[in-house]
Nanobody
Framework: QVQLVESGGGLVQAGGSLRLSCAASGRIFGVVARGWYRQAPGKQRELVASITSGGSINYADSVKGRFTISRDTVKDTVNLQMNSLKPEDTAVYYC?????????WGQGTQVTVSS
């Protein structure tokens, strides 16, 4: 079973930056989109940003202009650059890869933004 592994979470002050990275332990065939979700305590998991195999990008309104999703086709990673972080960005961030019939998820990485 292929696993997704996130890295780059941590504690940062408001206004700071973090970069998340996600790598797969093996090749996933038929990926149509990859991205990042987050889940704050007491809230539902929500899409943060996604990128399709064709390069189309989508962002949640709350992160537009602050977060940037990218992919490295050589390293086969998907990355999330998070700038101007706010306390409300505090959540567990999950890497995701979708094939259209099956979703792969990472174990999650904690991002905490202090005020």
């Amino acid at each position: 079973q292929v696993q997704l592994v996130e890295s780059g979470g941590g504690l940062v002050q408001a206004g700071g930056s973090l970069r998340l990275s996600c790598a797969a332990s093996g090749r996933i065939f038929g990926v149509v989109a990859r991205g990042w979700y987050r889940q704050a305590p007491g809230k539902q998991r929500e899409l943060v940003a996604s990128i399709t195999s064709g390069g189309s990008i989508n962002y949640a309104d709350s992160v537009k202009g602050r977060f940037t999703i990218s992919r490295d086709t050589v390293k086969d990673t998907v990355n999330l650059q998070m700038n101007s972080l706010k306390p409300e960005d505090t959540a567990v961030y999950y890497c995701w890869s979708g094939t259209g019939y099956y979703d792969y998820w990472g174990q999650g990485t904690q991002v905490t933004v202090s005020s």
